[in-house]
């Protein structure tokens, strides 16, 4: 069974349509890197899933299970999601990340885990800062901190690499890779098809509110098509586009 299913999903704003049948049948212990041009459908997409939006038309499918037939808590053991934003700025990091514990942990247990992950992402010295004190790419890796230690099978993260550094994109992905040898879902909306090569598993190109879905190395055709403009050129050495000299 697979951990994630969408069936012949149809959502339109008013009259625009801006997903068409889109099907997915998502594997365990896969990344999936989901592009497109601006306005494609993205966020939206990810909303559907997880029942930010309601759908209009077609299915989703958590391990089986319908969207509409699961409470809060069910979806919330299902998938952890990461939206763009900031957490509340008079909060301390540790109580950001107190409130992704799972139910059921004791007081002592929830610490444990909050300080294990904080060690494995080098943010012991920020537990006690307030958020209002972090960069908008620290407040982001505490944000996807705060998800991870719910421990769903699947992680969706909407723009994970926004506002990070290179260092930091390197760390947030290899440690998503991670989740991955875990058996662990793991989907990523991204602008930065720079992030493509050599990181995702299988790419979700979103274009004309079509889904097409393709190993990394068979992409390259579609997302030169979509990514175009006179501007622009693609390194097939460096597997990157680059912009052309003025």
């Not at 099907?23 to 896969?30: E, M, P, V, Y």
């Not at 899933?49 to 038309?57: A, E, H, M, S, Y």
């Not at 999601?81 to 990091?93: A, I, M």
Request: hydrophobic residues 45%; aromatic residues 6%.
């Amino acid at each position: 069974m697979k951990p994630l299913e969408v069936q012949d999903l149809y959502f339109s704003y008013g009259a625009r349509p801006v997903l068409q049948a889109v099907n997915l049948a998502a594997d365990a212990g896969r990344m999936y890197a989901l592009v497109g041009l601006n306005g494609s459908g993205k966020s939206t997409l990810l909303r559907l899933l997880t029942g930010v939006l309601p759908l209009q038309r077609g299915r989703v499918l958590w391990n089986g299970t319908d969207l509409h037939r699961l409470s809060p808590g069910q979806l919330a053991a299902r998938v952890a999601v990461v939206w763009p934003g900031r957490p509340l700025e008079n909060l301390r990091v540790y109580e950001v990340l107190a409130t992704g514990t799972p139910p059921g942990l004791t007081a002592r247990e929830k610490d444990a885990r909050i300080r294990s992950l904080a060690a494995d992402w080098e943010m012991e010295h920020w537990l006690q800062r307030p958020v209002g004190q972090l960069s908008d790419g620290e407040a982001r890796m505490v944000l996807i901190a705060r998800a991870l230690l719910h421990d769903t099978p699947v992680v969706l993260l909407d723009e994970p690499a926004t506002h990070l550094d290179l260092v930091h994109k390197a760390g947030i992905f290899g440690l998503l890779r991670q989740l991955t040898r875990q058996g662990k879902t793991v989907m990523f909306s991204t602008h930065d098809i720079q992030l493509l090569s050599g990181l995702a598993d299988r790419i979700l190109l979103l274009h004309q509110g079509r889904l097409q879905e393709f190993e990394p190395d068979d992409a390259l055709e579609a997302l030169t098509g979509v990514f175009s403009h006179e501007m622009l050129t693609f390194d097939k050495r460096c597997q990157t586009f680059k912009f052309r000299k003025l």
